[in-house]
């Protein structure tokens, strides 16, 4: 293996390990999201662990692994000149059909935004982390492996994305072990890695960040609702709630801006991939 792609694989590692690490130290350890009163604790998790680390320190993380090795920016879901509308509909649309399907916790629009709102910046930073960077990263290297065992250029793609599907999964799963209970049981983590397959599939099809946020997100929603249900909390989510919704406008901007400013700065747009 080549020192370029050696030491993108070694930066998205890297990367993966803080932002857990991050979300244990602020998150697990503390139990911040089983204390309704921790407020400052939870925007410091949010801010630290996701929005610096989860979003802007892995988008550099994505430009250094692209320029080291001259990867398609396109696995990285950044490829297009803009967002797809259209990836972004059907990822909108796959999305609240899981949380219908799943058996709705509330139907109430409002109750379903504010989750929503809850979960984003904690969706985009998975998204970009599990995703973006270390999918990207796994799914060359497995493409590297399989043009060397099958050399066959579409066998050998078939290869990569299977296997950074799978393992990009397995460590979305994983990294939960940080989060405070329920997140950090094994059960859930085995089940949470299983719902990583189907964020997987559906950002190695679309190869597009912004679509992919917005069909995991609702499959965070979901556990949200339930959770508020079952502790008798979801009368509180019948009225927009205003901190929440600010915090996920931020989490959006934090990714467009570190789209535009770091990823694609003084790159080239990947013109075959025009959006929708």
């Known amino acids: 293996m080549s020192t370029g792609p050696r030491s993108a694989i070694l930066v998205a590692t890297g990367l993966f390990v803080v932002w857990a690490g ?4 602020l998150e697990g350890r503390i139990d911040t999201f089983l204390r309704p009163e921790a407020a400052a604790d939870r925007l410091i998790y949010i801010v630290v662990a996701n929005l610096i680390i989860g979003i802007a320190g892995a988008a550099f993380a994505i430009r250094f692994s692209v320029e ?14 803009r967002p797809s509308a259209t990836w972004i509909a059907i990822g909108l649309a796959l ?11 509330s139907y109430d629009p409002v109750v379903i935004i504010n989750a929503c709102a809850q979960v984003l910046a904690v969706s985009v930073a998975e998204v970009v982390v599990c995703w973006a960077l270390v999918g990207r990263v796994l ?6 492996y399989g043009s060397r065992k099958v050399p066959h250029i579409g066998r050998s793609k078939w290869i990569g994305t299977i296997g950074a599907t799978v393992v990009s999964s397995i460590l979305f799963g994983i990294y939960h072990f940080g989060h405070s209970a329920p997140f950090n049981t094994v059960s859930m983590v085995a089940f949470l890695a299983f719902i990583g397959l189907w964020t997987s599939a559906f950002f190695f099809l679309s190869r597009d960040v912004y679509a992919t946020v917005a069909f995991h997100n609702f499959l965070g929603v979901f556990g949200v609702a339930r ?4 502790a ?14 600010v915090t996920a406008v931020v989490a959006l901007l934090a990714l467009i801006g570190s789209d535009a400013l770091v990823v694609r700065r003084n790159q080239p747009t990947e ?3 025009a959006a929708h």
Not at 95 to 105: M, T
């Open 227 to 230: 959770a508020l249900a079952a």
């Open 22 to 25: 991050a979300t244990w130290l």
């Open 95 to 105: 999305g609240l059909g899981l949380y219908l399907v799943q058996g709705a916790p």
């Open 232 to 245: 008798g909390k979801l009368e509180g989510f019948s009225t927009l709630q205003v901190p929440l919704l």
């Open 68 to 81: 080291s090795n001259g990867a398609d920016r396109g696995d990285t879901g950044f490829g297009r000149g």
């Open 271 to 273: 013109v075959g991939h």
């Open 139 to 144: 799914k060359r290297m497995f493409g590297a």
